[in-house]
């Protein structure tokens, strides 16, 4: 029995040093990718004189160890930025679902000719880059231009195709046998929504929905291309906070972006490990 | 053949369910159908049309669908369920047309062949579903949800899925989600059962032991059922009668005895067990089938030919004469129709099946090498286990003509046959 045990306990130690070169080599990686951005993030809470910047002089006073001044700055500069990139996420999520739920909803229950093709044209604008897709939209609708909703059609653009295919691939299959079984059992047209599609679709559409919202906060191309000076969505002003501004502004202005697609990155994942699982689960 | 014990219907839980009538009902995927678009994923590719299809279910009986795939039976089911619009024809239950019926207000039972339990659903909740969404005249909501409970408690306990009615579809067994799909089918007391291959998606041990569940559940419940399956086993075992389709088209109805018995075409004789095809010409005059393989004078009413001539009376019939493997014997030479040569012999347990080549001659004139270079055709014979014979060993067999049925041509094959080789000649 000792023999055995010692067997195990080299046969551990072999793979345990194995395992140990990985989980470091993993962390090295890992560190290499993210040590810019800690370097950004530690960037926006120094203070100017640690960072070896005396020229920053918008707040005077004591300095201390850790300043969460750059921040104030950047809310007093680009604040309506942010409200307005805020805002034009929620009308993203919003435009967008009540525009994919109904298309995919008839797509895939009332088949029309010519609707597969349809299908794959609404996918089409993933494959273009935004620059394109941004100057597409400025020739073609030149005279609303102006108008601060003009970047949401930009963002939907890229989004509606994504809820799109989520909610497609959510339609087909077994939710229809479901749908077709609920209606041999007395349920009309909404009982089965209600009862059938909605539950099914609840999970893709929230995961569409915060994807929607990542891309729709993260995006530049069209975001920058389509702004007008009035109305700068965020990614547009950090943008402006690299090109003049210190390196501490762009810093907490950086760290304000990614205070806010992290959460939901997050989010993303847990509900797509989640959906994963419901639909092995199903299988 | 042997005697199949199916459950007896229960004489005195009186028959519930409506007499299910299709006339004339075609169908063709693609085309536009009546009434509006269907919707998509119904068909797919594989899915086949009807086209003039007639067929009676008789109430409180279960009506078996038989067809290889592509026949149009998931259609032909879907159709009657509502859930595809037919582009011509009608669809009645008790006489009454229900055309204009949504599927959801035409009161019927339907287990899908992937069973479709509600995923986010209980078993519980599953069974319930249909009492829940039905609206009823009867009693308010309060004395509704009593008896919907009582009713669904009921069910679960005769369908032995009371101890899984927390659990959730994916958490059951094969055998498990069919029980629930069909109680969740009968829970509102449908007015039909319509059951497309419930079967098909288990192991074959579980399949035989949950066939006589079904027959049991479905001749005390003594609901009216259509049974859609490509399996003639099960046909034969759970139908009533059974509807042979082919192509979308029906080739026979009748009772398994019928169908096995008297085959209407050589596609119904060999869907349904299996059949040897001699090919043969009757002669009323001198009371002969001549063929290939020799010359018999048989009595034609015994030897199933009059069947073929449809009530008309013609003095020669050409066709195919249908001959089960087991009507195929060993016989003294001098009673024997034929002699054959076996190729090869499988021993199966109850019997011994022998695949032997048959020569036209050698019964009368002997062996002689012309004769062995001769046309010859190969049968299946079974014989009864105990009996051996060795490969290259030549018997006499000979044929029981009482039941025997000459067939007609079997126009959609000899169709098929002409497309393929256009250079070969019609024959009128």
């Given amino acids: 029995m000792s023999g055995s045990r010692s067997d195990r306990r080299d046969r551990r130690g072999g793979q345990g040093l194995g395992r140990r070169l990985g989980v470091v080599y993993c962390w090295a990686l890992g560190s290499l990718v993210l040590l810019p951005v800690a370097v950004v993030v530690a960037g926006a809470f120094l203070p100017a004189a640690r960072l070896g910047m005396a020229s920053e002089g918008w707040v005077r006073g004591r300095e201390a160890a850790v300043s969460l001044k750059w921040f104030a700055y950047v809310l007093h500069l680009y604040g309506s930025s942010l409200l307005y990139s805020v805002v034009l996420a929620g009308v993203a999520v919003s435009a967008g679902l009540a525009l994919a739920l109904p298309a995919a909803y008839g797509l895939v229950r009332h088949p029309f000719p010519g609707a597969k093709l349809l299908e794959e044209l609404a996918l089409l604008p993933l494959a273009v880059p935004g620059i394109a897709v941004a100057i597409a939209l400025i020739q073609t609708y030149a005279l609303v231009r102006g108008e601060w909703w003009f970047v949401a059609v930009g963002h939907l653009l890229y989004t509606v195709p994504l809820l799109l295919r989520t909610l497609l691939h959510a339609l087909r299959g077994e939710a229809f046998d479901e749908e077709r079984a609920a209606a041999t059992l007395g349920a009309g047209p909404l009982a089965r929504f209600a009862r059938i599609t909605w539950p099914r679709l609840r999970r893709p559409a929230s995961l569409g929905a915060l994807i929607v919202a990542a891309v729709s906060w993260g995006e530049f191309n069209a975001s920058f291309l389509l702004a007008t000076p009035l109305h700068q969505p965020y990614p547009a002003a950090l943008f402006a906070t690299y090109t003049s501004n210190s390196f501490a502004v762009s810093s907490a202005a950086t760290t304000l972006f990614l205070a806010g697609i992290l959460p939901l990155l997050v989010a993303i994942e847990r509900l797509g490990r989640r959906e994963l699982m419901a639909v092995r689960q199903g299988a | 053949m042997d005697e199949r014990s199916r459950p007896v219907r229960n004489p005195e839980h009186p028959a519930w369910g409506v007499e299910i009538t299709l006339a004339q009902v075609s169908f063709a995927y693609g085309a536009p159908p009546r009434g509006g678009g269907g919707p998509e994923g119904s068909g797919g590719p594989a899915a086949a049309g009807l086209s003039e299809l007639t067929l009676e279910a008789p109430a409180g009986r279960v009506t078996a669908v038989l067809g290889p795939s592509g026949a149009g039976k998931s259609t032909l089911l879907a159709i009657v369920a509502g859930l595809l619009s037919p582009h011509a024809g009608d669809v009645r239950f008790d006489g009454r047309s229900v055309l204009r019926v949504p599927p959801e207000r035409r009161r019927l039972g339907v287990v899908f062949q992937s069973y479709a339990l509600f995923a986010h659903m209980t078993v519980e909740d599953n069974v319930a579903f249909a009492l829940r969404v039905r609206r009823r005249a009867d009693g308010g909501p309060r004395l509704r949800r009593r008896i919907a409970r009582a009713r669904v408690a009921a069910l679960l306990e005769r369908f032995e899925i009371a101890p899984l009615a927390r659990r959730y579809p994916s958490q059951l067994s094969g055998g498990e989600r069919q029980r629930v799909a069909l109680a969740r089918a009968l829970a509102s007391e449908p007015r039909a059962l319509l059951l497309d291959e419930p079967l098909a998606a288990l192991d074959a041990q579980l399949r035989l032991a949950l066939r006589a569940e079904l027959a049991e559940r479905l001749a005390e419940s003594s609901v009216t059922a259509l049974y859609v399956t490509h399996d003639q086993e099960e046909a034969m075992a759970l139908g009533d009668r059974v509807a042979v389709l082919r192509a979308g088209r029906l080739e026979q109805v009748g009772t398994p005895e019928e169908l096995y018995r008297r085959p209407a075409t050589p596609f119904v004789a060999s869907f349904i067990g299996e059949a040897n095809f001699l090919p043969v010409t009757w002669d009323r005059g001198d009371g002969t089938l001549t063929g290939p393989l020799g010359n018999w004078a048989v009595d034609g009413a015994e030897a199933g030919i009059l069947r073929a001539t449809n009530g008309s009376d013609p003095d020669r019939i050409t066709g195919r004469l249908m001959v089960r493997p087991e009507d195929l014997a060993p016989a003294a030479p001098r009673a024997a129709h034929l002699l054959a040569e076996v190729v090869s012999s499988t021993f199966l347990g109850g019997?011994?099946?022998?695949?032997?080549?048959?020569?036209?001659?050698?019964?009368?004139?002997?062996?002689?090498?012309?004769?062995?270079?001769?046309?010859?055709?190969?049968?299946?014979?079974?014989?009864?286990?105990?009996?051996?014979?060795?490969?290259?060993?030549?018997?006499?067999?000979?044929?029981?003509?009482?039941?025997?049925?000459?067939?007609?041509?079997?126009?959609?094959?000899?169709?098929?046959?002409?497309?393929?080789?256009?250079?070969?000649?019609?024959?009128?």
């Fill in chain 2, 351 to 428: 019997r011994r099946r022998l695949t032997v080549r048959a020569r036209p001659c050698g019964l009368e004139r002997g062996e002689s090498p012309a004769c062995r270079d001769a046309a010859s055709q190969e049968l299946r014979v079974d014989l009864p286990a105990a009996l051996t014979a060795r490969p290259g060993e030549v018997l006499p067999l000979a044929i029981d003509f009482r039941r025997t049925v000459l067939l007609p041509p079997d126009s959609v094959a000899d169709r098929t046959d002409a497309n393929r080789s256009p250079a070969r000649e019609e024959t009128p």
